[in-house]
């Protein structure tokens, strides 16, 4: 099954909280692939807490396929 989580508003804005928040909420319900195109701008901080985000979702779901497609430095894919 599909399901949809929205993250990013109207204007296609968005906080790492609510990004962070999506990640966890798919991982949550079972998401088999978590699949984000975002841009913006990062620092290492930051990049450790999408990390911690996505280390968490693959051991939630340990046949999860995570692909951000992003401008900040973070794993492109993580497969299990």
């Known amino acids: 099954s599909l399901t949809s989580v929205q993250v990013l508003d109207k204007n296609g804005m968005g906080t790492q909280q609510k990004i962070i928040n999506g990640i966890l909420e798919a991982a949550d319900n079972g998401a088999d692939v978590i699949s984000m195109s975002l841009g913006g701008r ?3 901080r930051s990049e450790r807490a999408y990390q911690k985000a996505m280390d ?5 779901v340990p046949s999860l396929w995570l692909l951000p497609a992003t401008l900040i430095e973070m794993p492109r894919i993580m497969l299990p």
Do not use: F, G, T, V
């Open 56 to 60: 968490y979702a693959a051991k939630k």
């Open 42 to 44: 990062s620092n290492q």
